[in-house]
C-alpha cells in the first residue's frame, strides 16, 4: 500500500466509512470502522489531511482528529454532492469527500472551539423556549376566546386574561383547569427564558468580539454571541461581501453571456443569523423614522424610494459587512460622524 496522503471520512452514530489516496491519487485505502475503532486508527497513521463533512458533530471528530497531529479540514455538504458518483453508499460518499477537499479552490468550515459551541447551544436553546412560549400564549388565547375572553397583543397582557378567565363563576371546572395548565406550563418556559436571557448577557460580556460589535446599531447582545459563535474565524472570508452572501443576504446571480442578471435574495446560509439581522436592520430603520436621520445617505435614499423590508435586507447587508470588517481587524464601531472627521 502506497503512502497515504489524504483520507475522507463519511462519518454515521456508529460506522465510519474511510477512503484514502496515496501521491498519485489512487485509491489505497477503503476501510469501514466502528465508532471505538476510528481514532485509534487514525492515530497509527502519520500526519496527513482528514476530511469530514459539516454536521452536528463534525467539530467534535475535527477536534480530536487535531489532537492526534492530522489536519482536519470540514466541507460543506453541498460542495460535496456534485463529486458523488451514482449511487448512494458510505463508500461514495466518503470517496466524494475525499476528491472534493483535494480541490484548490475548495471552500472549508473553520472546527469551532467548545466554548463557541456552548454558546451556539444557549442560542439554540433559548430561540426553542421563545417559539414554546409564544405557542403557549397563542393557545391560552385560543381557548379563551372560546368562552368570549379577548385581550390585546403582547405578552403584557395575558396575565390580565387569566385573570379575568379564573373570576368567572360560569366556566366549567374542566376548562379552567386545562386553562391553569397551560399558564402553569406558560410561567415555566417563561421563568426559564429569563434565565438563559442573563446567561446570554454574561456570555455577552465575557466576548470581546461580541462586545466590540454590539457597539454597531442593530447589533445587541444575542447577534454579537451570535456573530462571534458561530462565525469562529471571519478571515476565513476573503470579503465582507462573501461573508453576506454565506449568510443569505445577497441576491442570486443569473448571469450569462456577458449579461449579468441579479434575483431574488438567496436566503442560503444560517436562517436565525439573518433573522437576526434584519430584525436589527430594521430597528435602525424604525428609530429613523422616528428621530428623522441615520447618518446614511443611501439608506435614507432607499427608505424613500424602495419597500421597507427591502430596505432592511439592504442594511443587514450592510451590517454583515461591516461586522466581517470589525472582527477582521479588530477596530470599533465607527460612526458616519466620526468617519467623516476621521478623513477631514
Request: charged fraction near 25%; proline fraction near 5%; glycine fraction near 6%.
Amino acid at each position: 500500500m502506497g503512502k497515504i496522503i489524504r483520507i475522507g471520512i463519511d462519518t454515521s452514530k456508529s460506522v465510519f466509512q474511510l477512503h484514502g489516496v496515496d501521491e498519485a491519487e489512487k485509491p489505497v485505502l477503503r476501510k469501514k470502522l466502528s465508532r471505538k475503532q476510528m481514532l485509534d486508527f487514525l492515530s497509527k497513521l502519520p500526519p496527513l489531511k482528514v476530511g469530514l463533512e459539516a454536521c452536528g458533530a463534525s467539530h467534535h471528530w475535527g477536534r480530536e482528529i487535531r489532537a492526534l497531529g492530522h489536519e482536519a479540514v470540514l466541507l460543506p455538504p453541498q460542495y460535496v454532492k456534485p463529486y458523488v458518483k451514482r449511487g448512494k453508499t458510505d463508500a461514495a460518499d466518503a470517496e466524494a469527500i475525499c476528491e472534493a477537499m483535494s480541490r484548490p479552490t475548495m471552500r472549508f468550515v473553520t472546527v469551532k472551539t467548545p466554548e463557541e459551541q456552548a454558546a451556539q447551544m444557549l442560542i439554540g436553546l433559548r430561540d426553542q423556549f421563545v417559539r414554546r412560549r409564544t405557542q403557549l400564549s397563542n393557545a391560552i388565547r385560543g381557548y379563551a376566546a372560546e368562552f368570549g375572553y379577548v385581550a390585546a397583543k403582547g405578552l403584557s397582557h395575558l396575565p390580565q386574561l387569566l385573570d379575568d378567565i379564573r373570576a368567572d363563576d360560569m366556566l366549567p371546572d374542566l376548562a379552567l383547569e386545562m386553562i391553569e395548565t397551560l399558564a402553569r406550563d406558560f410561567e415555566r418556559v417563561d421563568t426559564q427564558i429569563a434565565t438563559l436571557d442573563r446567561k446570554l448577557q454574561e456570555t455577552h460580556r465575557s466576548s470581546e468580539v461580541s462586545q466590540r460589535l454590539a457597539q454597531m446599531p442593530g447589533v445587541g447582545p444575542v447577534a454579537g454571541v451570535m456573530l462571534s459563535a458561530k462565525i469562529g474565524v471571519a478571515r476565513d472570508f476573503r470579503s465582507g461581501r462573501d461573508f453576506a452572501a454565506w449568510i443569505g443576504l445577497t441576491p442570486k446571480n443569473h448571469s450569462t453571456a456577458g449579461k449579468s442578471r441579479l434575483g431574488v435574495i438567496t436566503r442560503a446560509g444560517d436562517e436565525r443569523l439573518r433573522s437576526v439581522l434584519v430584525v436589527g436592520a430594521t430597528a435602525v430603520i424604525n428609530q429613523w423614522r422616528r428621530t428623522g436621520r441615520t447618518g446614511w445617505p443611501w439608506l435614507e435614499n432607499l427608505i424613500a424610494h424602495k419597500p421597507p423590508k427591502l430596505a432592511a435586507v439592504a442594511l443587514a447587508n450592510k451590517m454583515a459587512r461591516m461586522a466581517w470588517k470589525m472582527m477582521t481587524s479588530a477596530e470599533d464601531y465607527q460612526s458616519p460622524w466620526e468617519r467623516a472627521s476621521a478623513a477631514s
